[in-house]
């Protein structure tokens, strides 16, 4: 019979064979995309294949749509998986429609997935159903939590469920936070948004601040580790906080799945929960477009550690296999290091600004051939060295265009006069070389802006007050300094975080109050 290789295929998966009849209720009831038959029943692309495969000549296939022929369709159904339980979740989701409207619209608007960074974009009924469990589960009025990268938009849509709930987003991707924290802006909703890259450190606002932490890190074990020691470095309270995680990894390869596991435990985490295919995400089609919700309890404020290199995605320069710029990129990159001539060639250094880098040294010569976009400023706010060459991709956001150019150079050009050597040494990378920029060719607005880039590691409203002490030579006293800087910000606790924790656009905002302020 045409129906026999589906139904040894169904034999052959045992009691997991109830996700496959799913699928063959979707092919028999109507036309659907190969990404509906992965998503919805949460299986992964392969056995999706196998199955259509299976089914044979009484499969109709119109573009990426299929449907079991009709005419066949009885042939089918003593192999349908019949009545499901009712999910009350998906129940409540379904009774927020208005909801469900505005985060489509978020989420619609939100920057472009990067690849390097593993952004696979969460549907936005998951949005709303980790907001919903999130609310139900815990008592989240007048408590803080904490999202450890949020791609996709889970922070408004917690806020949106419940607006009395404190959140911070941290994220490396400069263009989310500002998209997050303009929209939480226009509604009045508490969302703090800061800067960090997790491999290299958190800002020291999000240290043991948080009730709860959510996170749905890459899915390498290297990835989940890290996310997860980051996550419990911000709980205030090991016994009462909480890390909640997305994780999925293919039915097909359970062993990855119990590596991430095991890394998970050896940071001393208890699985309170695994709620399975929770998540579900519009790709990772290799998972079944859907990920596990771990709730973890902390026992320990373990770490994992710095890793050894920052290569923890599944794509990209910095995935796992990827390999580094080579001998000859990094030679070009010391070459092109400005340093006096009495100084010996700087050694490449690797990425990362948790503190001031290179103090007590001539220049700096810095390896961000793996920077996904934010690693480049931030390098330049940290240098303690007047005169630094950054080895970048090409087609870096800061370099492949004009207007990119202008922008980087217009937040630090008070401090440093870039030169970005496109193409060089090769066609993967371009050499950006920074000079200083001598403090007696600025006006007192220059210089109070020179003074603030080369203490970014400071409290900013410190900074501030003697960076205009310093721009007006003295004639300014504390006390004038800090009436010129109290008011000039709408957000006063703003002032007490560190200038290179701040999201780019904040950045971008602030510099031109502070040339103002020195007036």
Known sequence: MATEPVRALLAARGVHARKLRRVLDLLIEDWHPLAELVRLPAVPRRTVQELLTAIGDDLETSGDRHRVTPAKAADYAEFRAGGELPDPLDELVRGHAGRLRSIRADIAAVPPPLAALDHVQATPETALR??????????????????????????????????????????????????????????????????????????????????????????????????ASRAIECLADLGRGRVLLAHGSSERTPALGLKVQQELQMLGLLFEAVLPAFHRFDGAQAIGSAADLYVCRPTTRRSAGAPPKTAIYTHGPQSVEASGPGSRALEALVDLAPRPESSPPPKPRRPGWAEPVGKGAA???????????????????????????????????????????????????????????????DGKHCVVVADQVLAGTLDAGGLAVREVLSRAHGKLGN?????????????????????????????????????????????????????????
Request: hydrophobic letters at 45%; one cysteine or more; proline letters at 6%.
């Open 130 to 227: 980790r907001a919903l469990w999130l609310d139900a589960t815990y008592d989240l009025a007048g408590r803080t939590l904490l999202c450890l990268g949020d791609h996709d938009l889970t922070s408004l849509a917690v806020c949106a469920v419940n607006p009395a709930v404190s959140v911070v987003v941290v994220d490396v991707d400069d263009r989310l936070l500002e998209h997050v924290a303009t929209l939480a802006g226009e509604r009045g909703w508490s969302v703090r948004a800061l800067h960090a890259d997790f491999r290299f450190g958190l800002p020291p606002a999000a240290l043991e601040s948080a009730d709860l932490v959510f996170s749905d890190p890459p899915y390498t074990p290297e990835g989940m580790a890290l996310f």
């Open 363 to 425: 220049s700096l010569a810095v390896d961000l051939s793996g920077d996904p976009g934010p690693w480049l400023l931030r390098t330049l706010l940290a240098c303690s060295p007047g005169r630094m060459a950054a080895l970048v991709p090409n087609n870096h956001p800061d370099v492949a265009s004009e207007k990119g150019q202008r922008a980087l150079t217009s937040l630090v050009g008070t401090r440093f006069a870039l030169r970005f050597l496109r193409s060089t040494p």
């Open 463 to 519: 900074v501030w007050r003697e960076a205009l002490v310093t721009a007006s030579r003295g004639q300014l006293t504390k006390r004038e300094a800090r009436d010129r800087v109290d008011g000039r910000v709408e957000d006063e606790d703003e002032l007490e975080l560190r200038l290179i924790d701040l999201p780019r656009h904040r950045i971008a905002a602030l510099l031109p109050l502070v040339r103002e302020s020195a007036g």
